[in-house]
T-cell receptor, first 115, second 116 residues
Framework: EAGVAQSPRYKIIEKRQSVAFWCNPI?????LYWYQQILGQGPKLLIQ????????DSQLPKDRFSAERLKGVDSTLKIQPAKLEDSAVYLC?????????????FGPGTRLTVL | AQTVTQSQPEMSVQEAETVTLSCTYD???????LFWYKQPPSRQMILVIR??????QNATENRFSVNFQKAAKSFSLKISDSQLGDAAMYFC?????????????FGAGTRLTVKP
């Protein structure tokens, strides 16, 4: 079974530029998560999708971050414009059933550096 | 809001020895789930072990076991017979079992080094 795919693996941009990350979850997984992991910290949830609908985006900085999952499969996370403090690893995870004891399967992440 | 605290930023263990990683959490809820995830260098995060709060028996997965103390809100991970491949960041995580809140809260992590 193929895992969660993410691209690109690394991205370096200057502040005020825009950037987009892509995630393809495990086939059949209805729930998709985007996390931000700042160096030295644990992952923090940005947004959760159930199929193509948003379940939780309470911690997403909506003035600059946006995410979509139009067909309920792959997802894109965008930052526009980027700030220095956005430097982090952006992790995508998916699960067949959300919540409870169910495991989240993580992708390799995209490491973003904002200069 | 629930918080997860890992008080050991770094730990080291000799190969074949046993090491315990600490985790405490703060919650007013009675039903929840706890997880330990492993994140090897430049590799993706994988689940090590999980515990349901309503279960008194501590979870075990081969060389990995937990010491779940619900009253103390403590959830430590014990790695027995440590192997070089166990070297990684370990994250403790909490998830509520109530309502629609599926948010998983992570601690800051503990970096485990295994010495040959």
């Amino acid at each position: 079974e193929a895992g969660v795919a993410q691209s690109p693996r690394y991205k370096i941009i200057e502040k005020r530029q825009s950037v987009a990350f892509w995630c393809n979850p495990i086939s059949g997984h209805a729930t998709l998560y985007w996390y931000q992991q700042i160096l030295g910290q644990g992952p923090k949830l940005l947004i959760q999708f159930q199929n193509n609908g948003v379940v939780d985006d309470s911690q997403l900085p909506k003035d600059r971050f946006s995410a979509e999952r139009l067909k309920g499969v792959d997802s894109t996370l965008k930052i526009q414009p980027a700030k220095l403090e956005d430097s982090a690893v952006y992790l995508c995870a998916s699960t067949g059933l959300a919540g409870g004891r169910n495991e989240q399967f993580f992708g390799p992440g995209t490491r973003l550096t904002v200069l | 809001a629930q918080t997860v605290t890992q008080s050991q930023p770094e730990m080291s263990v000799q190969e074949a020895e046993t090491v315990t990683l600490s985790c405490t959490y703060d919650t007013s809820e009675s039903d929840y789930y706890l997880f330990w995830y492993k994140q090897p260098p430049s590799r993706q995060m994988i689940l090590v072990i999980r515990q349901e709060a309503y279960k008194q028996q501590n979870a075990t997965e081969n060389r990995f076991s937990v010491n779940f103390q619900k009253a103390a809100k403590s959830f430590s991970l014990k790695i027995s017979d440590s192997q070089l491949g166990d070297a990684a960041m370990y994250f403790c995580a909490y998830r509520s079992a109530m309502g629609n809140n599926n948010d998983m809260r992570f601690g800051a992590g503990t970096r485990l080094t295994v010495k040959p």
